[in-house]
């Protein structure tokens, strides 16, 4: 089956590639998604774990649970430390679940892995096969942005990030696009944030585009990464656990003590994030005054002002490739950004848009290959 996978995840990208010359129902395009989903998730399940990663982790907590033979309730008691190893998923009650239930009724651990890709790129594939109604998707470069801002490696080993990051992308997309209630929106994201505190990041970046708010919304990046720390000393320090949870987390991600081995994927967003804030920037007059993005404006000044604010913490690692999860989710909207030739309209000689726009496909397969492609070489054993 892993050879089956892979040979299926290679014959589907070079399909991508030259799918403009086929023409394919939306369905039938969702029915290959849905096996190219399945393979990624196969090929994650064959994984050969390094003793650093996240999910080694996560697996020596189930072992415990299943060793302990501890009863759901008393698992879920803030007081198991002992079995739970780590008070920092104690606020955690969604992962928590999922831990008690692989536990209990598997002994194989790597079935987490296999259902926590599966549901990531699940979520992606809806995605992208709502936003094909009315657009362009489940085009190539959607995909290579998807793997930029959402490494396979990261929502495989790290298991709670990417799973959050994509839960808190439908739930912007359902909110912010496809207009849906608030309430379904607060739902998922309080379920995402128990699963990972991080994605309530977007809060903020949510509040400022339905608000419309204008370029005011760019200061109001400005204030956020000013108020960021005082706020997270504050919550650190509160008596509510989750409340500590999240501030210790952000004041874990800003300290010198952050993740800084993934240089490339860290040069690769703020290259990307960089594009895009650009363009927002140059564009935000037709993406808010141009009836023909009415239905968009949402979503797109949403992913303009959150790009702002990655790129404006460059210097940082965490506080830019952890952000970046939730546009890799939002991929073929970030492709309808980069492609839609109305938004760069404005622009005198067409040449450049067309000249920019090439140069920045090329950029994009490079950086994707080179960011994922690395993992087959340094991880020949499982890719």
Known sequence: MDILSKTYIILFLIF???????????RLMLLLWGFFTVSLATVAYNIDLKPVWDAVRHFSIIDRIRASGSSFWKFMNPMTQAIQGNSEYTSQITFKVIQWVVARFTDDNYLLLFFTTFIVY???GYINYDWSKDHNAFSILSIALCFLFLPYLYVVTGIRNGLAATIAGLSIYLYLYKKKSLWLYIALMLFGSTIHPAILLTVPFVILARLKVGLKGVL????????SPWIARWMAASNVLFFRLIGGKYLSYTSDTQYRNARFALYSVLVLTAIF??????SYNKINHDSLYSKEQDLLN???????YIFSNIGNYDMVLRPAYVLGSLSPVMT??????HLWSSVKNQKIFVLIRIAVIVVCAVLCVYVNGRYVIDLSSYL
């Open 16 to 26: 991508l590639c030259i799918k403009k010359r086929i023409r394919l129902s939306r």
């Open 220 to 227: 109001g990046v400005l204030i956020i990464l000013f108020v």
């Open 277 to 282: 804030s650009f363009i927002y920037l140059k």
């Open 302 to 308: 949403f992913l303009g002002l959150y790009s702002i």
């Open 122 to 124: 699940g979520i992606i």
């Open 336 to 341: 309808f950004i980069l492609l839609d030739s």
